[in-house]
């Protein structure tokens, strides 16, 4: 998480516009958090999360096949009963189409 917080600093320094920050434990370090201005959570029903998390390739590979079921999805759904809470992140529906999402959240960027 160090290396993340001081690439986002740095990117930060450099004045970029917008920085597109990913992953379910960005919220973790209240160090990072501190630094995100726009906060999303992507939610997905289990099947359709599932599904999609198959089709990718981990490197290095998730060390047993339940680890979705076991691990994963557990965690989804602390942080999403977390996250419905706080006014500060919105969630966003991704069964929704890309292109109704990226609107979404360029019209709450400008």
Not at 21 to 32: H, N, P, S
Not at 53 to 65: D, M, Q, T
């Amino acid at each position: 998480m160090d290396k993340l917080i001081k690439d986002v600093k740095e990117k930060i320094s450099q004045k970029f516009h917008y920085i597109i920050i990913e992953g379910i434990m960005l919220y973790e370090d209240l160090r990072l958090e501190e630094l995100i201005d726009r906060k999303y959570f992507f939610i997905l029903p289990y099947e359709e999360c599932k599904s999609r998390r198959v089709l990718r390739a981990y490197e290095p590979p998730e060390p047993y096949p339940e680890y979705f079921d076991v691990m994963y999805w557990p965690v989804y759904q602390q942080q999403l009963e977390l996250f419905t809470h706080r006014a500060d992140i919105k969630l966003v529906d991704s069964t929704n189409i890309i292109e109704a999402i990226q609107d979404a959240i360029l019209a709450d960027i400008q």
